[in-house]
Structures are given as structure tokens and as C-alpha cells.
């Protein structure tokens, strides 16, 4: 079945204090927010650089890219006598995904404190905050109207707003919208860090990467590593789907067990058949995922990884052919249609896949599919094509007895409904507390 969500649990982690989620219901407004500490005068720009490097932080879009690194060399541009300019990506194209849309709904001045520190580290005095959320436009802009000028100091913020789109979330997709066009990537190089907005060098971070620098700020590196790994340290958001069950978000500290996280999510392991990793991009996961812990270096050796942080649970009454299908056809509807080796590529991927679903597949069309999802790899504007390839792969390779069962027709699970959603795994509506 789809795990379309009407309503959201939000819960911590037992005995990990939150540093992202908070109890207390509703938009955390200006006086809130500085009331716990927020908005803290930075003395030190190059300081607080240092601690966010010693922290080890790790971008939450999906990349997990070293956010010191790309503080560095936008700021050195900067230094260098460029304008630069802060980019925070709140457009959460992922549908299994809504930690960004609960950031910027119900904490936007921490976004917000996070999006200043930034600016501050690289030199920036444009900054904008971008969404495809109305809601999240709306929290955002109403927090920057309770914002004494000062906080923002000479640095200009404002919110971009865009029709939501699996690729409108992609960096160079951002810039785009924000420099007058369409909502669909460019080519490569040059990156934003080289040329974004106005031509400029450019930070693009998402939000939740952003909420973890006035942490850092307020109590430094090793306060920030006490929770998480050494090569994952800190705490991430994860959105649970899947089983039947509301969807979840949960602040989880790097390393915690998978099977911890089934507990907390009212799941017994013995009914789970894999995963859904890291949103549609990072493939499936058979029931190895039993025995991991949820961190990078972890998730890697599995061949998958934490994507966006959004996980959809396949229980025992869930077909993986069938939820590769729907994925597939959802990368054929949504590719930008730019590239060619995409816009053709996901068409072949997602006809080869539905076929295998509906039982009318030949060996000829699964070479086909296992083909193209290895010489396909790395083509294209943005990662999409990537996406649909590591579904493709990670089908093949991690639930073989399923996809023999559907080469043969003989799949229980599939033949009587097998699923199918225009949006798999989708969160929408409730995101408030």
C-alpha cells in the first residue's frame, strides 16, 4: 500500500537530548527562540569556521559533504574580493521526506540563525531562503518581519519560492530560479561554489545542514560530537514511512541501531523485508539493514547511504519489484527532459521495470534493465539519472528471488494489487506537531 501521510509523529531519541526537534508545539517564535539562546552575537567568523571543520558536520541534503569544505572555499572567494552569497535549499523535492518542511514550518529562526552564521563565515550580504512550500514561505517570512535589523547586520535575506519538483531541489536548479529561470539544473562546471547566483560565488546548504551551525556555535565541536560516530558524528532527522503506519520524524543520533529505530517506531523485526534508503535515490536495502547502524560508513558498505534521511520500511506484505516500478515511473514523470540520456533513459528503466512488475517481462528486457543501470550511471545535468539507475541496481541485486518470482509470474504478493503510487511513500499535509 502507499504510505500517503495525514498526520506526523515527532519524537527524540531516548536519553539524546534534542538539538534540532523541540517539544513544545506550534512555530517557535522570535522570543522563543532567544530565549533559549538563539541568535547569539559571533565574535569570531574564522573561529566559529574552525569549529564547524573540528565538528565534522556533514551536509543533510543527501551528499553528506563536508560543510567546513564548502564554507572554506566560498569564503576564500570572498577574502579574495568576490561577492558571495548563502543559498538555504528548503526545497524538499523528496516526497518520502519532511524534515526540511518541519524545520522551516515550526523552527524557521533556527534555519534562519543557521543561514546568518553562514553568510557571516563566507562573507555573504545577499542570502535567500528557498522553498516550494507555502507554509514554510509563510513561517519564514513572518519570522524575518520579528528579526531586529541588527541580528542580520548588513547581510539581506530573502525567501524564493518555487513550484515543487523533484529536480526544482537540485543546487544549480536553485541558483537558476533565483537568477530568473526555470526550475531544472544546468550543466557542470561550473558549480555554485565557482558561479552561482548573479554569477557569483555561491553556498547552496540545505536547512537542515544550516540548523546544526547554531548548535556548533553555542557549545562548540566536542559538545557536537558527543552524539553520532566518529566519521558520522551529531544527530540527523530521519522520515519513517511505510508499514502500514503513520509517517515519522525522528532526531536520531549517528550509529544508533536500525533495529532501535523499529522499536521505536512500534515495528517488530521479523516482519520487515528491507528499506527504501535515503528517499528514492539511495536504492533498496534487503533485511541486512537488520544488523546496521545508522551512519555513513555503515550504510555505505551495505552499497546504499543515508540520502536525505528518509527511510520506508518494506514489511513481509510489501513486493520490492513493485516499489522499484513505482519509483522508476515517478523518475520518468519528474526528469527535468533536458538530457536526453535521462528523459530516454528513465523512460526505458521505468517500461522495463512496470513489465517485470506486471508479469510480462523477458529475460531479454532484465538484461536490458541490469544494462542500462550500470552504463547509464554519471550521464545528465543532475543526479536523477543516478537515482533511477541505483533503484534498478539495487533491485536486482538485493532481491533476486523477487524479481525471479516476477519473471515467472508468480509473485502472491503482487497478484492480486500489486502497489502502485504516483508518489511513493509520500509525506504531505500535517507536518505541524
Given at each position: 500500500?502507499?504510505?500517503t501521510a495525514?498526520?506526523?509523529?515527532v519524537?527524540?531519541w531516548?536519553?539524546?537530548l534534542?538539538?534540532l526537534?523541540?517539544?513544545?508545539?506550534?512555530?517557535?517564535?522570535?522570543a522563543d527562540?532567544?530565549?533559549t539562546g538563539g541568535?547569539?552575537r559571533l565574535d569570531?567568523?574564522?573561529a566559529?569556521?574552525?569549529?564547524?571543520?573540528?565538528s565534522g558536520l556533514?551536509?543533510?541534503?543527501g551528499?553528506?559533504f563536508?560543510?567546513a569544505?564548502k564554507?572554506?572555499?566560498v569564503g576564500?572567494?570572498g577574502r579574495?574580493?568576490?561577492?558571495?552569497v548563502v543559498?538555504?535549499?528548503?526545497?524538499?523535492?523528496?516526497?518520502a521526506s519532511?524534515?526540511?518542511?518541519?524545520?522551516?514550518r515550526?523552527r524557521?529562526h533556527l534555519?534562519?540563525?543557521?543561514l546568518?552564521?553562514a553568510?557571516?563565515?563566507?562573507?555573504a550580504?545577499?542570502?535567500y531562503?528557498?522553498?516550494?512550500?507555502?507554509?514554510?514561505?509563510t513561517?519564514v517570512?513572518?519570522?524575518l518581519?520579528?528579526?531586529?535589523?541588527?541580528?542580520f547586520?548588513?547581510?539581506t535575506v530573502?525567501?524564493v519560492a518555487?513550484q515543487?519538483?523533484?529536480v526544482?531541489?537540485?543546487e544549480?536548479a536553485?541558483?537558476r530560479?533565483?537568477?530568473g529561470?526555470p526550475?531544472?539544473?544546468t550543466d557542470?562546471?561550473?558549480?555554485?561554489?565557482?558561479?552561482?547566483?548573479?554569477?557569483?560565488p555561491?553556498?547552496v546548504?540545505n536547512?537542515?545542514t544550516?540548523a546544526?551551525?547554531p548548535?556548533i556555535?553555542?557549545?562548540?565541536?566536542?559538545?557536537?560530537?558527543s552524539?553520532g560516530?566518529?566519521?558520522?558524528?551529531?544527530?540527523?532527522?530521519?522520515t519513517v514511512?511505510?508499514?502500514g503506519?503513520?509517517a515519522?520524524?525522528?532526531?536520531?543520533p549517528?550509529?544508533a541501531?536500525?533495529?532501535?529505530?523499529l522499536k521505536?517506531h512500534g515495528?517488530?523485526?521479523?516482519t520487515?523485508?528491507?528499506?527504501?534508503m535515503?528517499?528514492?535515490?539511495?536504492?533498496?536495502v534487503?533485511?541486512e539493514?537488520l544488523?546496521?547502524?545508522?551512519?555513513?560508513?555503515?550504510?555505505?558498505?551495505?552499497g546504499s547511504?543515508l540520502?536525505?534521511g528518509?527511510?520506508?520500511i518494506?514489511?513481509t506484505q510489501d513486493?520490492?519489484?513493485?516499489v522499484?516500478?513505482?519509483?522508476l515511473?515517478?523518475?520518468d514523470?519528474?526528469n527535468?527532459?533536458q538530457?536526453?540520456?535521462?528523459?530516454n533513459?528513465?523512460?526505458a528503466m521505468?517500461?522495463?521495470a512496470g513489465?517485470l512488475r506486471?508479469?510480462?517481462?523477458?529475460?531479454?528486457?532484465l538484461?536490458?534493465?541490469q544494462?542500462w543501470?550500470?552504463?547509464l550511471r554519471?550521464r545528465g545535468?543532475?543526479a536523477?539519472l543516478?537515482?533511477?539507475?541505483?533503484i534498478?541496481?539495487?533491485l536486482l541485486h538485493?532481491?533476486p528471488q523477487a524479481?525471479?518470482?516476477?519473471l515467472?509470474?508468480d509473485?502472491?504478493?503482487?497478484s492480486d494489487n500489486?502497489?502502485r503510487a504516483q508518489?511513493p511513500y509520500?509525506?504531505?499535509?500535517?507536518?505541524?506537531?
Amino acid at each position: 500500500m502507499n504510505s500517503t501521510a495525514t498526520e506526523l509523529t515527532v519524537a527524540t531519541w531516548p536519553s539524546c537530548l534534542p538539538r534540532l526537534l523541540r517539544s513544545s508545539t506550534g512555530t517557535e517564535d522570535y522570543a522563543d527562540y532567544t530565549g533559549t539562546g538563539g541568535y547569539q552575537r559571533l565574535d569570531g567568523p574564522d573561529a566559529l569556521l574552525d569549529q564547524v571543520d573540528l565538528s565534522g558536520l556533514l551536509g543533510r541534503g543527501g551528499a553528506a559533504f563536508p560543510m567546513a569544505t564548502k564554507l572554506r572555499t566560498v569564503g576564500d572567494a570572498g577574502r579574495r574580493g568576490s561577492e558571495t552569497v548563502v543559498v538555504a535549499n528548503g526545497e524538499e523535492g523528496e516526497p518520502a521526506s519532511v524534515k526540511d518542511r518541519w524545520l522551516l514550518r515550526n523552527r524557521p529562526h533556527l534555519v534562519l540563525d543557521g543561514l546568518r552564521l553562514a553568510a557571516e563565515m563566507v562573507g555573504a550580504r545577499r542570502a535567500y531562503v528557498y522553498v516550494s512550500d507555502a507554509h514554510a514561505a509563510t513561517a519564514v517570512e513572518s519570522a524575518l518581519g520579528e528579526v531586529p535589523a541588527e541580528v542580520f547586520g548588513e547581510t539581506t535575506v530573502d525567501v524564493v519560492a518555487v513550484q515543487p519538483g523533484y529536480v526544482a531541489g537540485e543546487e544549480t536548479a536553485a541558483v537558476r530560479v533565483i537568477n530568473g529561470g526555470p526550475a531544472k539544473p544546468t550543466d557542470k562546471p561550473p558549480r555554485p561554489f565557482e558561479e552561482g547566483v548573479g554569477g557569483v560565488p555561491t553556498l547552496v546548504s540545505n536547512v537542515e545542514t544550516l540548523a546544526n551551525l547554531p548548535y556548533i556555535h553555542a557549545h562548540g565541536a566536542q559538545a557536537f560530537r558527543s552524539a553520532g560516530t566518529p566519521m558520522s558524528p551529531g544527530t540527523f532527522l530521519a522520515t519513517v514511512t511505510g508499514a502500514g503506519r503513520p509517517a515519522a520524524l525522528y532526531e536520531i543520533p549517528h550509529g544508533a541501531p536500525f533495529s532501535e529505530l523499529l522499536k521505536l517506531h512500534g515495528l517488530a523485526a521479523d516482519t520487515v523485508k528491507g528499506v527504501l534508503m535515503g528517499g528514492y535515490f539511495a536504492g533498496l536495502v534487503n533485511s541486512e539493514i537488520l544488523d546496521v547502524t545508522l551512519d555513513h560508513e555503515s550504510i555505505r558498505r551495505l552499497g546504499s547511504g543515508l540520502g536525505c534521511g528518509a527511510i520506508s520500511i518494506l514489511t513481509t506484505q510489501d513486493c520490492p519489484v513493485a516499489v522499484a516500478a513505482s519509483v522508476l515511473e515517478y523518475f520518468d514523470r519528474e526528469n527535468a527532459g533536458q538530457c536526453g540520456s535521462c528523459f530516454n533513459g528513465t523512460a526505458a528503466m521505468a517500461a522495463a521495470a512496470g513489465a517485470l512488475r506486471d508479469g510480462t517481462a523477458t529475460d531479454e528486457d532484465l538484461g536490458r534493465l541490469q544494462r542500462w543501470s550500470v552504463v547509464l550511471r554519471g550521464r545528465g545535468a543532475c543526479a536523477t539519472l543516478d537515482g533511477a539507475t541505483f533503484i534498478a541496481a539495487s533491485l536486482l541485486h538485493q532481491f533476486p528471488q523477487a524479481v525471479a518470482r516476477h519473471l515467472g509470474n508468480d509473485c502472491d504478493t503482487c497478484s492480486d494489487n500489486a502497489f502502485r503510487a504516483q508518489r511513493p511513500y509520500e509525506v504531505e499535509a500535517v507536518v505541524h506537531q
